[in-house]
């Protein structure tokens, strides 16, 4: 079987993912420097498949690293890009620290891609390229807007960078897929999200304050022109998310693919807002989850949830797991990694 190079595979979606792609019987090979993440992952990816990847420690920033690495593996058929930083708010107060690690990174693999006969490649890009999107749901072709942080900014240019690399590399085949809000973890509980301090993200922040780590979760706005008043996103299970990589490199390794550059994106199509998602937490949790209304965040955009129906038709792929799920799995990892903290 085909042998896949995922960076950042020891990361949250990068972990679910090697674990799709070696359940269809892929080859894989996990790039990561640990900056967040952890080698434990190792041990969760091969207690639900039986297998250990190759795991390459190495910083993607180290361009001669990233060449040794591909002399070495220069049977890769596909790379699934994961690897970054994704801290929005860091990367405002540290924008080359994000234009470095998200941008070089990309310059470098797409240069040793270029010299090997045929490669596929997929991209993790974001939502946040739309912005607060006009039209709802957001469909590929709602424009892209102008980024509200370097964060965004990075996947923005990223695309861009894949686009015109692709116009002039025949050998080179490549998916941006654009991702909406992914939550959740393997329902083993052998994997999930591990943010490090303070969450950034909702349900984390969710399941933390739930377990008694953080006192109240903020709400951020009631006054929005929403059905309850708070923020709507689309919010993704990591397990559906992971399966449509393997999908969208099926579709690049066969040749299914319709130009040599496409974009998807991958979301439910539903919208919840924030306090539904505390509705399914509590719900599945059985627990009432301390939380408190505040004044609107700066830069928050209202309400944004994809149109799947791209992803649906062309890839063949739509979403199998609902919110509650999402929760239900979160919370039980959340209890599974404290458990093992007091231990
Ligand atoms: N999680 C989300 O909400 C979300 C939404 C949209 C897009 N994305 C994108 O998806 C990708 C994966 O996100 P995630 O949530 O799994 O993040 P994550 O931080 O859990 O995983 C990223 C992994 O990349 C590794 N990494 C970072 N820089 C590296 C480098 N220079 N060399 C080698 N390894 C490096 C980290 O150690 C980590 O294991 C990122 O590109 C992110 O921007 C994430």
Not at 282 to 295: A, D, F, P, R
């Amino acid at each position: 079987m085909d042998k896949i190079l995922v960076t950042g595979g020891l990361g949250f979606i990068g972990s679910h993912t090697v674990v799709e792609l070696q359940n269809e019987g892929y080859e894989v090979v996990i790039i990561d420097d640990l900056s967040n993440s952890s080698e434990k992952v190792l041990d969760g990816i091969t207690a639900i498949t039986g297998k250990t990847p190759i795991f390459e420690k190495l910083d993607l920033k180290e361009k001669d690293k990233v060449e040794a690495f591909f002399a070495k593996h220069n049977d890769i058929k596909g790379v699934i890009h994961f690897a970054a930083s994704k801290a929005v708010g860091e990367s405002v107060k540290e924008p080359l620290l994000y234009y470095e690690n998200n941008i070089s990174t990309l310059v470098y693999i797409l240069k040793e891609l270029k010299k090997l006969p045929a490669v596929g490649f997929i991209f993790s890009s974001s939502c946040t390229v739309y912005g607060q999107a006009d039209e709802l749901p957001i469909t590929e072709n709602a424009p892209v807007k102008q980024a509200e942080s370097p964060y965004g900014n990075t996947k923005q240019i990223g695309e861009e960078i894949i686009s015109d690399t692709c116009k002039v590399s025949p050998n080179l085949k490549a998916i941006a897929l654009r991702y909406f809000n992914p939550v959740g973890a393997h329902e083993s509980v052998e994997i999930g999200e591990l943010p490090i301090g303070v969450p950034q993200n909702l349900v984390p922040f969710i399941t933390q304050t739930g377990i008694g780590l953080r006192n109240e979760l903020s709400v951020f706005g009631e006054d929005y022109p929403t059905p309850d008043g708070t923020c709507i996103r689309d919010y993704i299970h990591v397990v559906d998310l992971a399966k449509a990589h393997v999908i969208a490199l099926g579709r690049l390794l066969q040749n299914k693919n319709k130009a040599n550059y496409e974009t998807f994106n991958l979301g439910t199509g539903k919208g919840s807002s924030v306090l539904e998602v505390v509705k399914s937490f509590e719900k599945v949790s059985g627990k009432k989850l301390n939380y408190k209304i505040v004044g609107r965040r700066e830069g928050d955009i209202i309400s944004a949830y994809a149109d799947t129906n791209k992803a649906n038709n062309e890839l063949g792929w739509k979403t199998e797991l609902s919110l509650d799920d999402a929760m239900s799995s979160a919370w039980k990892w959340e209890q599974k990694v404290r458990a093992a903290e007091n231990n």
